[in-house]
């Protein structure tokens, strides 16, 4: 294991226990949240989001999918088993997705369906105000070393100028955000017609290659 990574494992190992504590009662509070129902944004309150302290990678979606979907955990539908081969490729334990990696998203309730009747509503910046603290909070307590954010809205929290350029100007690339690398993936829901075009299914690989080096160099 390099230096850099012995650093890295020294520093999380730091107050890990108050920091778990701190994140259980976090996570208490997001349950326990109905900010969106009352303010009349969406229909009903069902919180999605899995993970511990220990956690050394973030994924970070726009929000969850409808609740029988996502019942009990995050991306156990078709989404997540389209990320975890992505994960596969880069060289993560498929078996150990619900215990390495830290599941949220920008908001943590189902925002409905799209107007369209395909694919789910996109959350409106209202919704993301209001689970702003959330997410702040999860990533002040889980201190990832690595965010991958999924799609350009999500890229956006961690990314200012993601919010005015396109998914292929962002995703096969590195970013920072606090000590924290960021590398944008798309969206892995079906409804999304990026990964059609050849050009930008190479910057996934590239991307994936990223992910693939840095988990080898942090030994994540």
């Not at 309150?45 to 609740?67: K, N, T």
């Not at 996502?70 to 389209?82: D, K, M, Q, T």
């Not at 619900?98 to 509503?121: H, Q, V, W």
Request: charged letters at 25%.
């Amino acid at each position: 294991m390099c230096a850099e990574a012995t650093q890295h494992g020294a520093a999380r190992l730091a107050g890990l226990v108050e920091r778990r504590e701190r994140l259980l009662n976090h996570q208490s509070a997001i349950r326990r949240c109905d900010r969106c129902v009352v303010a009349g944004l969406i229909v009903e309150a069902w919180p999605v989001f899995h993970g511990d302290v220990s956690a050394r990678v973030m994924i970070v979606g726009q929000a969850p999918a409808l609740r029988r979907s996502e019942h009990p955990l995050p991306y156990s539908g078709a989404s997540g088993r389209v990320l975890r081969g992505w994960l596969a490729r880069a060289g993560f334990d498929p078996d150990g997705f619900y215990r390495d990696f830290y599941l949220t998203s920008l908001t943590k309730c189902f925002p409905g369906a799209g107007r369209s009747g395909k694919g789910d509503r996109p959350p409106g910046a209202a919704e993301i105000a209001n689970c702003r603290d959330h997410l702040l909070g999860e990533l002040a307590l889980v201190q990832p070393e690595v965010i991958l954010p999924l799609g350009k809205l999500a890229a956006g929290f961690f990314i200012p100028e993601a919010r005015r350029r396109p998914l292929d100007d962002l995703v096969g690339r590195r970013f920072e955000y606090g000590p924290a690398l960021v590398l944008p993936l798309p969206h892995p829901s079906g409804v999304s017609r990026w990964l059609n075009l050849p050009a930008n299914r190479a910057l996934l690989d590239q991307a994936l290659d990223q992910l693939n080096a840095l988990r080898r160099e942090w030994d994540l």
